[in-house]
DNA sequence: GTCTATATGTTGATAGAC
DNA sequence: GTCTATCAACATATAGAC
């Protein structure tokens, strides 16, 4: 059970017309957000999606409600695992600069371990119900981090001379526009050595300590 | 001459059925760049803009030539602007690191000034000819920041710990991330604070110097 | 320059045979 | 579970009257 095409408990006397296509929901939602991703959301179509799975338009539609509902078990997918990453934060009650170097590193690693679907959240304009209910969360979320750039400040822990909450958007602006280039496989920097630039660079800048 | 609905030289005997709706070109392609941005480009629809502009749809026609060459407009004005800050900053010949503080200046400037081109711009995807244009030019922009970045590591005026081409996608991420959330006229922070704490963020980080 | 009307294709979604 | 066939809605785009 939780696959798509079930046992063929005839014997194989099934026509099976098209590709064999047997996926757990959960390998079927990945292959649909590679697509949402690759064109958009508004430019993948619901063809393109069943495709990309192998089935035909109709078959795709006995499987999953609609294209909507797709977005939205995604979606939900990457804010679940970015609410709980920064749930696990706050739950190590460290001073503010390690809270926030924590949030920095936990929303690093969830943003590349869910990638395609971080990806998709970021992307989501607002034009549908769930979008804009996706975008109420994230902003909850983004809230979230803000206020512990603005402990971290009050603690005199980070720079003075900038907004706490222009310093949380830039901030969190560079950790997500990993997303723009990180291609898992690809010969590319590897997932520590991000983890570790993101919080090297947001915590002491770009700049060689000591030179002119 | 180059508005959009002539000079009524009939002394005001025209119909005028719909909304006057005297635009320059730039006028209109601002107008249309806005429900680009709202919307997506895939979800507006030549509906949608045709309304926005207080036309029909067949009169919104009459004046462009379709919703692909809105985009190529759109998006080379931002392509061109962001093509010469860069090559202001190269005739600066000023030191690597210097350079590359300037890169960053200009390049926040233009995404500033040109707001929503260039928000339009990052959010191309490549579904048709004109994005994936788009997108190579934009690759060429990109490349010639990695090179500015690669120059000063080579001096050894930034942190040697970070792959340039990392910390380049890291610093030119965090500059792009600015289109997210900045809206020209409501009370976030200044064009001047802006610019100044992304470059400071950029090269000195986040951290009080000198605090443990 | 603007409109109404329409041509033509594509989209999300469903009906019903096998 | 899979298919072919089809629908209603909406998309881009054009024709032609005023």
Chains 1, 2 share one sequence.
Do not use: C
């Not at 991703?37 to 430019?43: H, I």
């Not at 001073?95 to 998709?120: C, F, G, H, Q, S």
């Not at 400040?153 to 907004?163: K, L, P, S, V, Y």
């Amino acid at each position: 059970m939780s696959t798509v095409s079930g046992e063929a408990a005839d014997g194989g006397r099934t026509p099976q017309r098209g590709r064999p296509a047997r996926y757990t929901r959960e390998a079927l939602l990945d292959l649909v957000v590679g697509v949402f991703n690759e064109r958009g959301y508004e430019g993948a179509s619901m063809e393109d999606l069943a495709r990309a799975s192998g089935l035909t338009k109709s078959t795709f539609y006995h499987h999953v409600s609609g294209k909507e509902e797709l977005l939205r078990m995604a979606v939900g997918r990457a804010l679940d695992a970015l609410s709980a990453a920064l749930d696990e934060t706050m739950a190590t009650h460290a001073r503010p600069i390690d809270l926030l170097a924590d949030a920095v590193r936990r929303t690093t690693e969830v943003l590349l371990d869910e990638l395609p679907y971080v990806t998709l959240l970021l992307r989501v304009r607002g034009n549908t119900a769930v979008e804009r209910e996706a975008l109420a969360r994230r902003r909850a979320i983004d809230a979230r981090l803000a206020a512990l750039v603005k402990v971290a400040a009050e603690a005199g822990e980070i720079r003075a001379d900038i907004d706490p909450r222009l310093a949380s958007r830039l901030l969190f602006g560079m950790v997500n526009s990993i997303t723009e280039w990180y291609r898992p496989g690809a010969r590319t920097a590897s997932r520590t050595s991000i983890v570790d630039a993101v919080t090297g660079v947001a915590l002491t800048g770009l700049r060689t300590p000591g030179a002119s």
